[in-house]
């Protein structure tokens, strides 16, 4: 199994681009979601989905859309980035929607100028 | 809404001293989580804890959940350099949120 993968691993984009961001597992999980570190403030979820088709908002979901076309992919899209939207992603997937392990991709490091 | 809280944001020890890293919620969780990160890596559970007044331990780690479910604890015994990384708490109650982290660096 590869686990948790996402893809880039870095991007570099200019104010008012859009991008997606790439979220793949191979274990079947139910729940998926995606997570935004920035320094000395943790990780916050941005987006999360319980299953395919299903998706909903997390703590910061503003400037961020997802879908749930399948089990295995969940990608989180930038509509017009931002400075702020500067960040290390980290996409997250779980068996269950209840709270259990849940394995973290490598990260896409996002730089927006 | 509801907020975890975690301290110290770093800490520095000789290799061999004990460690601690405390977290608390402004609400009462249904679990805790705990997660480990390397630098320049992601995130690596470590353990979950769901009953009041709940201890595990993992080797040199010791995890305690409060009786009010609002606090918890992590503890690592003699630390190694093997251990550098931040540890990060995560409060479950209708969602997951993570404390701010705690920095652990040891000199060798």
């Known amino acids: 199994n590869a686990g948790v993968t996402q893809t880039p691993k870095f991007q570099v984009l200019k104010t008012g681009q859009s991008m997606t961001l790439q979220c793949a597992q191979d274990?079947?999980?139910?729940?998926m979601s995606w997570y935004r570190q920035d320094p000395g403030m943790g990780l916050r979820l941005i987006h999360y989905?319980?299953?395919?088709?299903?998706?909903d908002q997390g703590e910061v979901p503003n400037g961020y859309n997802v879908s749930r076309s399948t089990t295995e992919d969940f990608p989180l899209r930038l509509l017009s980035a931002a400075p702020s939207q500067t960040s290390v992603y980290f996409c997250?997937?779980?068996?269950?929607?209840?709270?259990?392990?849940?394995?973290f991709g490598p990260g896409t490091r996002l730089l927006v100028l | 809404g509801q907020q975890v809280m975690q301290i110290p944001q770093y800490q520095h020890v000789q290799e061999g001293e004990d460690f601690t890293t405390y977290c608390n919620s402004s609400?009462?969780?249904?679990?805790i989580q705990w997660y480990k990160q390397r630098p320049g890596g992601h995130p690596v559970f470590l353990i979950q804890?769901?009953?009041?007044?709940e201890v595990k331990k993992q080797k040199r780690l010791t995890f305690q959940f409060g009786e009010a479910k609002k606090n918890s604890s992590l503890h690592i015994t003699a630390t190694q350099t093997t251990d550098v990384g931040t540890y990060f708490c995560?409060?479950?109650?209708?969602?997951?949120?993570f404390g701010a982290g705690t920095r652990l660096t040891v000199k060798p």
């Open positions: 997250a997937s779980s068996a269950t929607a209840r709270p259990e392990t849940q394995y």
């Open positions: 274990m079947n999980h139910e729940y």
């Open positions: 989905s319980v299953g395919a088709g299903i998706t």
């Open positions: 609400t009462t969780l249904s679990n």
């Open positions: 804890l769901v009953k009041s007044g």
């Open positions: 995560a409060g479950h109650n209708n969602d997951m949120r």
